[in-house]
Structures are given as C-alpha cells and as structure tokens.
C-alpha cells in the first residue's frame, strides 16, 4: 500500500512523533510504501531511508500547531492509497480529512487525548471541539485510540469506528543493559506547559517525603521546556536539590542506558483527557525496569496484571512516596517486576505486531 502519513511533526521527541516513526517504520519493513507529510520543524529525531519524508514551511504556530499553508496543495498531489493522520494538533488532520474526502480515498485518525487549550486559546480550542473536530470525526473511516478507558465523550457518537490498538517500542534498541545503577528513580518527560500532567508536581513532593526515611534517594530527571526554572525552584524549596539531577535533553540512542542505570522508573500521569498514552512506560518495560505510574496510562491494566510494577492513584504523593519506599526497600521484588515488564513488551508491545494490527485496520477500510 501507499500509505501517507500527516502528522503536524515528525523530528521532535514527543509521543505522537515517535509513534508515527516506529509505526512507519514497522510498515515499510512490511513492504509499506510509507511517506510524512509534515512541517520542517526541526528536531532532534532522525529518519531511517525506508520513509519518505517531504517537510512544508511554518508560517508559526497557533498553540501547539505548525501552521503549513502549502499543506493542502501536497494533500492533493500526493499519491497515496489511504491517508493515516493524528489528533490532538489540528489543521493536518483536518486538511487531511479534507484532502481525503476529494480524493475518495480512506481516511485513518489516531485520536491521543483531547485538545484543550489554557489563556487565550481555551475559546479557541472550544470553538475547534464544536465545529472542526466533529466534521474530522465523521469524516474518517476509522478512529484509532491507544488506551481502552478514559474514552473522550467526543468519541461518543462514533464508537462504531473505534479500533483499540496501543504503541509499540523497538524491544531491540530498548533492551536491559549490563550497566551500574547511578539513580534510584528516573521521569522523563517534555518539561512544558503542554505537559504539566504527566505528574512531576506530584513526584517532587513524594520524594520529599521518601527522603526522611532515605535521604541519600537520588532522583534523574530527563528533558527540557519553558519550565525547567519552575522545576529547579521546585526541588530546591523542597530542599531536594542534593537529590535531584537534571539530565536535560537525552538523545534517543541514550535512553536505554539511563533506563538501565535507574532502580524504578516513574510516571504519575494526572489527566486522561491529556495523557495520550506514555510510551515511555514501554521503553521502561523493554529495558527490564519496574515502572510507578497512574490508571492514567494506557498500559496501566497490563502492568497490573503482569506485576510489572505499581499502578497509584494521581496527584497522591504520600501514596507515590509509600510504593517507592516499597521498590527501593525490596531489590528483588523490583528485579523481579523488571523482568515481567520486559516480558510484556516482547510479547504484546513490539513495533512488529503492533504494525500487523494496524495494517489489518487498512485492509478493513480499503475493502469497504
């Protein structure tokens, strides 16, 4: 098939591009002609030579949505046998809607979370939710969701058209290295306004608590944003700052040597509309690390079904800073919840059989 992909950007770090790279990925090693069709933001995630990629110029962003004005135009000349595009950004979901109806061909929407704006934009993200957003959702012939809860009520009318299917990970390149543990715990996140709920206002003051019982605890926080200063004052009124190292941004090819060097990794996500999945999890899991996270999450039944580490109410941090104590305390439940999780993903959360699942859901809508 010639699938073409649209999401609003494909170089940056966050959970929506690398689905859209492994998952491309994965299809073309099907034998998938797979082109992005994107902005020329850039970033700091590279492309194998198996896709395609052609970059559109940004006028800037409204919110968080590069604004490409020759996006509509490459739509229409593009070849391709169904276009696969991705929501919480619009303007490339909804041209690609567009572009799709014109060329009759079908239309695949990856829903993450909603689309919820703060300030200025709140009205505005209200207005899209009443308008473009329902014609997006009528539009396509399949709507694609990574987590079986939290189902946004702006699903409610198109539950026929939803598919489950959740992300993958590269269980090859995230995979257990024989390596020392320099941190007992490691969060990972894009530190902005666009992702306070991923739980780090909770955490922080958990581990304050863990420090009276163990005050040499030793905390790894990965990624950069426009509150990375917030977050610094943050540790330091809590007089965290002999336990809290910021790594800044961690390249890709990194990453699984700071899995690997951390004792539990963290992720107390606090808001199902927001949260689209947390692939992070995965990565966590495949690298053979017990994981702390929320019902939030998209994987959350799975961790608790496999013991693959604890699932915790949000925004409870005396209740996070137990269930790390727990971890910390017992090395060997940890090593044994690390091997469960690595266990999970390499048999349900491989790029490979996610990417099956996936084509499955083309075949369905280019048969009817």
């Not at 969060?187 to 955490?203: A, E």
Request: charged content about 20%; hydrophobic content about 40%; some cysteine.
């Amino acid at each position: 098939m010639r699938i073409l992909q649209t999401p609003v950007r494909i170089y940056a770090t966050g959970g929506v591009e690398q689905y859209v790279l492994g998952l491309s990925g994965a299809l073309a090693a099907r034998g998938h002609q797979v082109e992005i069709l994107t902005s020329d933001e850039q970033g700091p995630l590279s492309i194998p030579d198996t896709i395609e990629v052609l970059s559109l110029p940004f006028l800037g962003k409204l919110a968080n949505t590069n604004i490409t004005p020759t996006l509509p135009l490459h739509l229409l000349k593009r070849k391709a046998d169904l276009i696969h595009t991705h929501l919480p950004t619009p303007w490339s979901s909804d041209w690609s809607g567009i572009a799709a109806r014109v060329k009759k061909i079908p239309l695949v929407l990856n829903y993450y979370n909603d689309i919820e704006g703060e300030g200025v934009y709140s009205p505005v993200a209200k207005a899209y939710n009443r308008s473009f957003l329902k014609l997006l959702l009528s539009e396509a012939d399949v709507i694609l969701v990574n987590r079986p809860h939290f189902l946004s009520p702006h699903l409610d009318h198109h539950r026929e058209k939803l598919r489950f299917i959740p992300p993958g990970v590269d269980a090859g390149h995230f995979s257990p290295r024989p390596l020392p543990r320099e941190w007992d715990l490691f969060f990972l996140s894009v530190l902005d306004r666009y992702h306070h709920y991923k739980g780090l206002d909770s955490l922080l003051p958990a581990l304050a608590i863990v420090k009276k019982t163990n005050p040499d605890v030793r905390l790894l926080l990965g990624g950069t944003g426009e509150l990375l200063g917030y977050y610094r004052d943050l540790v330091h009124s809590l007089g965290l700052g002999d336990n809290v190292e910021f790594a800044g941004y961690i390249p890709d090819n990194s990453l699984p040597d700071y899995y690997s060097r951390s004792r539990v990794f963290v992720l107390p996500s606090s808001d199902p509309c927001l949260e689209g999945f947390g692939m992070v999890t995965l990565e966590a899991m495949a690298c053979g690390r017990p994981v702390i996270t929320t019902p939030v999450s998209g994987v959350a039944s799975e961790i608790d079904a496999s013991g693959a580490g604890f699932i915790v109410e949000p925004e409870n941090p005396g209740r996070l800073a137990e269930v790390i104590l727990n971890l910390l305390d017992d090395g060997k439940k940890a090593d044994e919840m690390g091997r469960a999780g690595r266990d999970l993903v390499t048999r349900r959360f491989t790029w490979d059989r996610i990417a099956g699942e996936v084509e499955g859901v083309y075949h369905e809508v280019m048969e009817n």
